[in-house]
């Protein structure tokens, strides 16, 4: 069957950095997306990865190890605004549609 | 600018009634999907479609039904026959774009929250 699997919450430090992982089990494999998404809100797009290693956007940066299922989320210089619950979904049947893990909520403190 | 629009942002349902979600998107985007999302989990395929008039149940379909007639529009059904149908309920479309490099991501609606009387 298709597995994703992420922490439930995390707590970090305005102005640190935080890792959120995401590991993954899934058949068809077209890619890593991370999506955020505020509470009550439509998630909206962060990153992508399909091939291994590192995608650097701004503060946010996604890694990728196809052999190892796995994929994490960097949030750099860590704002109040960052407290959302984050998303990972893997891309599956060669792109045909989409398995979400759980979600991680962050909270950032001040 | 273009969107995905979703109606009504908050929906009651009585026992015994079917109540329809509308998505509209003007993204000229070929794919479309339906989640639902329950409190502190992740988002649940319902059904998605990959073209107009072609639909496919995700994990979750029974007691749901979907049509898409036009490309803009995928509504979804919420039947009588869904016992538990209190979630947040999310629509999204995705241009597919080369289905081996497939890096186009979903694009959301605002969601639209359905309860039970």
């Known amino acids: 069957g298709q597995n994703i699997d992420q922490p439930t919450e995390m707590t970090a430090t305005e102005g640190a950095i935080v890792q959120i992982n995401c590991t993954y089990q899934t058949s068809g494999f077209n890619g890593l997306f991370w999506y955020q998404q505020h509470a009550g809100e439509a998630p909206t797009f962060l990153s992508y990865?399909?091939?291994?290693g590192l995608e650097e956007k701004g503060r946010f940066s996604s890694f990728l190890s196809r052999s190892k299922g796995y994929s994490y989320l960097l949030l750099k210089e860590l704002q109040m605004k960052d407290s959302a619950s984050y998303l990972c979904a893997a891309g599956i049947n060669y792109g045909q549609n989409f398995v979400f893990g759980p979600g991680t909520r962050l909270s950032v403190l001040p | 600018d273009g969107g995905i629009t979703q109606s009504p942002k908050y929906l009651f349902r009585k026992e015994g009634q079917n109540v329809t979600l509308s998505c509209e998107q003007n993204?000229?985007?070929?794919?479309m999907y339906w989640y639902r999302q329950d409190p502190g989990q992740g988002l649940r395929l319902i059904y998605y479609s990959q073209i107009v008039n072609d639909f496919q149940k995700g994990d979750i379909a029974e007691g749901y039904s979907v049509s898409r007639e036009k490309k803009e529009s995928f509504p979804l059904t919420v039947t009588s026959a869904q016992k538990n149908p209190t979630a947040f309920y999310l629509c999204?479309?995705?241009?597919?774009?080369?289905?081996?490099?497939?890096?186009?991501?979903?694009?959301f609606g605002d969601g639209t929250r359905l309860s039970i009387l």
């Open positions: 990865n399909v091939l291994d």
């Open positions: 993204l000229n985007h070929d794919a």
């Open positions: 999204a479309s995705r241009d597919p774009g080369q289905a081996a490099l497939s890096n186009q991501p979903q694009h």
